[in-house]
């Protein structure tokens, strides 16, 4: 049974950092990895999907990693605003999507 | 272009009583979820429709729960009878094909049942 893991479960930087949120999983047969955002009360709002085949993707300020092999995707924020404060949720699938409790994140002025 | 829409966002019910929650994938896309979420379990997939069959619904909770889509325009979850372990917040959410796309997701449906 697939298991995804994020580490840690709760971050609080100051403005302008740039940071970095784990996520690891225990099946390496996957066919993508995707990172969502889900502010409070919201939504999810998919940020960055990785197809297995890849190593990382972009999006702005936003970069993804995957290494299947050793069960792991990591998500770097570049120079954190506080509108970056939010829920950061790994989701891997592998036959259905199974996510991770998440990583809540606050960006301090 | 409006995204995956959800009806309605909040529900407060009494145990018992039948619960319908409703949504609108968004246009073109053939792959639909459902999804639910607690503090407890976090987001687990209830049930997926690709073409409007259902494909995976090993996920739904037991008999009470049951969804339909009968039509790629529509799809609905119902509760019947409702519990208080039913509450949560349930998402719906569509793909251009399965899970090998990205999937967007609606904003949700808060259920209570008392």
């Known amino acids: 049974k697939q298991e995804v893991t994020q580490i840690p479960a709760a971050l609080s930087v100051p403005e302008g950092e740039n940071l970095v949120l784990n996520c690891s999983f225990t099946d390496s047969a996957i066919y993508n990895l995707q990172w969502f955002r889900q502010d409070p009360g919201k939504g999810l709002t998919s940020l960055l999907l990785?197809?297995?085949?890849?190593r990382e993707q972009t999006s702005g300020r936003l970069n993804a990693s995957l290494d299947k092999s050793s069960g792991r995707s990591t998500l770097y924020i570049a120079a954190s605003q506080p509108g970056d404060s939010a829920t950061y949720l790994c989701?891997?699938?592998?036959?259905?999507?199974?996510f991770g409790q998440g990583t809540r994140l606050t960006i301090n002025p | 272009d409006a995204g995956v829409i959800q009806s309605p966002r909040h529900e407060v019910t009494e145990m018992g009583q039948e619960v319908t929650l409703r949504c609108k994938p968004i246009?073109?896309?053939?792959?639909l979820f459902w999804y639910r979420q607690t503090m407890m379990r976090g987001l687990e997939l209830l049930i997926y429709?690709?073409?409007?069959?259902?494909?995976?619904d090993s996920g739904m909770p037991e008999d009470r729960f049951s969804a339909k889509m009968p039509n790629a325009s529509f799809s609905t979850l119902k509760i019947q009878p409702s519990e208080p372990r039913d509450s949560a917040v349930y998402f719906c959410?569509?793909?251009?094909?399965?899970?090998?796309?990205?999937?967007?997701f609606g904003p949700g449906t808060r259920l209570t049942v008392t």
């Open positions: 990785i197809q297995s085949s890849q």
């Open positions: 429709f690709n073409n409007n069959v259902p494909i995976d």
């Open positions: 246009s073109g896309h053939n792959s």
């Open positions: 959410a569509s793909s251009a094909g399965g899970f090998s796309y990205e999937q967007y």
């Open positions: 989701a891997v699938n592998a036959q259905k999507l199974v």
